[in-house]
DNA sequence: TTGTAAGCGTTATCAC
DNA sequence: GTGATAACGCTTACAA
């Protein structure tokens, strides 16, 4: 920001308003302590002097700094969430149980997205950690090393969500892509397919996508098969990425009898595509997704998905970093939620 | 928070780190002011001790404390976003892009849903007003009393998105909903159509809706004619909702030949349906839907739709916030983006 | 139950 | 180009 800019800021704020605590403690005829004490511990306050105060509080329209606030107290009453992308409906689901939950407590969120970038990721740790929260909530368990020491050193707890394969570095808040990846295989298998392959992330970007990957391709290898061709498309992803990745599939084995999508978004293009082609789902090309979006079930034939509890992860987060926060659990945590394989038409 | 809770917290914060500007200051033998200058204007400090400072701050792990720098210089680097939902993927594309410009010139966003109630967006207000930030973002032109008063008083710079009917508070960045709804009705005009309905959000939840309705009914009238139905759903609207939508304006006009959905998502759910029921689109009942989202061309019929440049609105909304902070905007403005209807195979 | 005094960590101002 | 000192608005700790 220009220097010219802080000065008309500055001013601004100098002019307009400016209401304090010693405004309130004057014409309600106390100290400033007292306003204080109302605003936070109303019960330690007499009645009448209370009601003065709060009077006052109305009347001046006064506003607390937080800032002061926080500079006094050390407790910042914000938690940072940084996530891929809002652009992603999951996470986009997720945070927004995270804000509905934290905001019930008076804690703010600021939000920020990595770009599935680890590097974009450690400045906005570092940026953020500059407000001081008293959380942190992370997307997956791959970060820097710089990251991780700059949160171990700073004390915040902090939450890594959608990875319940990985150890967490404070609490942990996921679900198990490699069993997902496992129960998408066992699912093929139970219906004699043998030609699978894998339509996901790029596997520089996705590491939960590899851990899917992987689960399919463990599974697999106890039936002594292996994967017909592994997609990696660039993130993110948009909804039509998942003809892309269908036919990519196609060239490598035109003879493909199933595809695992790690997103529903693909794989309910995939499958329009293939209603579009005429191929048939699943007869002719199973079609598994992954999230069970919107839309899933509204298509024909429904589509076969993993459901993800992304909610539940957002108000199990915002709960650990709550319950950090007063004292209610004190150590490391991993919570997995659960994830159940919705066998509808399409697989 | 409980009163243990300040404590522990207090606490933690002054054992873990606590790195300040004395620290860096006494080990580059310098004066806290030259580090303060080495990070705001390294321009006005002598190359050498603005290394020997580079030095310590890395050497030292410092990370300046933005409450402290806000309450000396007032300037937050936070701008608020208020939203109806994160769950609905308009408004997370919005954000996304507000994020997103914001993130590049250092603004932290706090971020808040309304809930789709005023008086929520009201509370909102209130409490993010007290991390003074430097701008805000809000949705709609529809608040209380109170809210314009608070934000009137404070002097921030507010933007308002997604009504460009209405006049702003402050600076503006929408569209014409009215538009929207003449559109569409053009459109099935042209098409011969006369028993037209309207599948929407509750009026007194979703003013902008109302003003799409009102736009298709003052081009019915023009006509001559009138919608056939309106249905009202409470909001949040889930994709499914559509079918309900869907089935109401049946019950109330079987021969209906024309809806327009408020929404894509509702308006796929029902195209869905619509091939489930054998009933033929659009010869038998021409859909439009309104948002151009994800999957409104990969669906068979590809649905009619206005598209909405929801990151454009992002985008603009980020910048009139900065351009009013840099000093190169002074007054309101108010910015109208384009809609374009996209005729598809629905309608 | 209430008040007084001393910080919290940074920037603005002015002097050198 | 650099430094000393006084804010910034609130809370904590202690005293009354």
New binding site residues.
Partial sequence: MSEAT??RV?SR??SGG????????RLA?????????V??RP????D???KLVEQAIRELN????????L?????SHIVAVIIPSLSATVYAQEVHHIVRVLEEHSFSVVIGHSDYSELREERLVQSFLERRPDGFILTGTQHTDLTRQLLRNSGVPVVETFDGDNAAMDMSVGFSNLEAGRKVAELFLSRGLTRIAYVGGRSDQDFRSNARFEGLQSRLAEAGLAPVARIELTLPMPAGDGVRGLDQVLAIDPLTQAIFFSADTLAISALLECNRRGMRVPEQLAICGFGNYDFADAIVPALTTVAVPFEQIGVLAANAILARLDGSVQGPSQTVVPLQLLRRGSA
């Fill in positions: 802080e000065k500055r704020r100098l400016g209401v304090k605590m010693v405004d309130v403690a005829g106390t100290s400033t302590q007292t306003v204080s004490r605003l936070s019960e330690l306050v007499a009448d002097t209370r006064y506003i607390p700094n937080s800032a002061a606030r500079l006094a107290s050390s407790v």
